[in-house]
């Protein structure tokens, strides 16, 4: 609980401002939500803003705030697995990840209704209005602080990009996602169920993930991260969930057939249950300053937004919404001004946002080689218990990271480190790598032979 409870204003009911809402909340703030949309709207009118699966970390706020409403419905996600495809139509390996805590795709629209719903109950003020500039004034002067969680258009231009820290001028992946529901959650015979994600190179990358829709409960979303003018690029005219579902097909069959069984049984979930578009990977100064001389405070894709391909938004979006949460609570009677609201962007900065950024920016761009030897010394791991050769010890740390990115990104980035990780789990670098070497020969001549490569 906070010694000094302060008035806060938050606008916009997505994921970053209704849990960093209830995060205020439960300490003893009193809060002000601002949503452009009712509860029921969500559920009714409104679009997905994105697939925003969430790992441990982000989960285990949402857990102590008593957020975590499906836990018992949702598909949970103890692992995940990783398929690289060098070229169409071609495996050249698999491996497969444990998470130390499992993840979960909820539908966002869901999540806004109840936590919405919740907020009032809780004893929070919603207000249900599309805040615009002028209006933004008066909120501001009504409010100790006031978090801006509007997602990465409208207001967010606020607040000045921060040049030092965005990497791209423009966006790198043309983006989609679309629900879909009808086939069996489990991807072969995994021992677990996972999200699968698809690197292709040349064209982009694929995520599978069982999810939890809004109106059919545990089903499908897929999201394709088409690289400019590639192979993959090919949803740009479509205007409803059914012509998305096609292309989908198309470019499935066309790219990684192995996965168009999926979607041969596949539906669309709800009308509305897709997106298309592109984000620019972007770093925003976290103070925005009115023409007034007043300031307000950014949350969520408003102060960082990414790239979805590290599945970094959402996790990043909960780990802001504590921390501002926590840095209010310790502020005491101090003001919460453009110097306060610096140097506690800076602390989030430091301790998680640079790794979520450098994470999504190294993922963009082609593996380093120590980072495509580390892939090939995980080949091998299947989820399973009982290995002792490392590789499994080595999936493991390599998607835990998208969990808590500080843990294994500043190794990735520094081949000397990486190399070092591969020696501390495998015993020998060039053993780990090199007696891969002929399971991976055996699955391209399969391959050749028209066979299944037969990944573990
Ligand atoms: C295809 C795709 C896949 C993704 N996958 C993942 C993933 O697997 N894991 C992950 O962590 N992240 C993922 N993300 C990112 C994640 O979805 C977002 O980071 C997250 O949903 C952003 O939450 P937010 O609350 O910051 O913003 P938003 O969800 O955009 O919410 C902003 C809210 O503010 C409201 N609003 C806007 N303007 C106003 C106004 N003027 N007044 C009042 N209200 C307003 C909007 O209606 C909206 O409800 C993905 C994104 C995409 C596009």
Known sequence: MAEIPRSIAIIGAGQSGLVCAHGLLASGHRVTLYSDRTAEAFLSESRPTGVATRFGPALDYERELGLNHWEQSAPMLPGASVTLSPVRRNRALTVTARLTQPGVAIDVRLQSHRWMTDFVERGGTLEIERVSGSRLEEVAGAHDLTLVATGKGGLASL????????????????????????????????????????????????????????????????????????????????????????????????????????????????????????????????????????????????????????????????????????????????PLDAAWIERQFEVFWTDHGQHAVALTD???????????????????????????????????????????????????????????????????????????????????????????????
């Open 362 to 456: 190294l993922l963009m761009e082609a593996p380093p080689p120590m980072v495509a030897a580390l892939l090939v010394a995980q080949y091998g791991s299947d989820g399973r218990e009982g290995r002792d050769d490392g590789a499994q010890a080595l999936a493991d740390a390599y998607i835990g990271n998208f969990a808590e990115p500080a843990s294994l990104t500043p190794t990735l980035l520094d081949p000397t480190r990486t190399r070092a990780l591969i020696v501390e789990q495998a015993g020998s670098f060039l053993w780990a790598v090199a007696r891969k070497l002929p399971g991976l020969l055996l699955a391209q001549l399969r391959q050749l032979l028209g066979r299944d490569p037969g990944h573990p």
């Open 159 to 334: 607040f000045p990009c921060d040049e030092t820290r965005t990497k791209y001028e423009k966006p790198q992946r043309h983006l989609t996602m679309l629900c879909f529901h009808g086939p069996d959650l489990q991807f072969g015979d995994q021992p677990f169920l996972s999200a699968g994600l698809e690197v292709l190179p040349y064209a982009g990358e694929v995520f599978w993930l069982p999810f939890h829709h809004k109106d059919v409960g545990p089903s499908w979303v897929v999201s394709f991260e088409a690289k400019w003018g590639g192979p993959m690029d090919r949803f740009q005219e479509v205007g409803s969930a059914a012509e998305m579902l096609a292309v989908a097909r198309e470019v499935t069959r066309d790219l990684m057939p192995w996965r168009s069984p999926l979607l041969e049984l596949a539906e669309p979930s709800d009308e509305l249950g897709w997106v298309k578009g592109a984000v620019r990977p972007l770093v925003r100064k976290p103070v925005g300053v009115l023409p007034s001389g007043q300031i307000v405070a950014a949350l969520g894709d408003t102060a960082i937004a990414f790239d979805p391909l590290a599945a970094q938004g959402a996790n990043n979006g909960n780990r802001m919404a504590r921390h501002w949460v926590e840095s209010i609570d310790a502020a005491g009677d101090q």
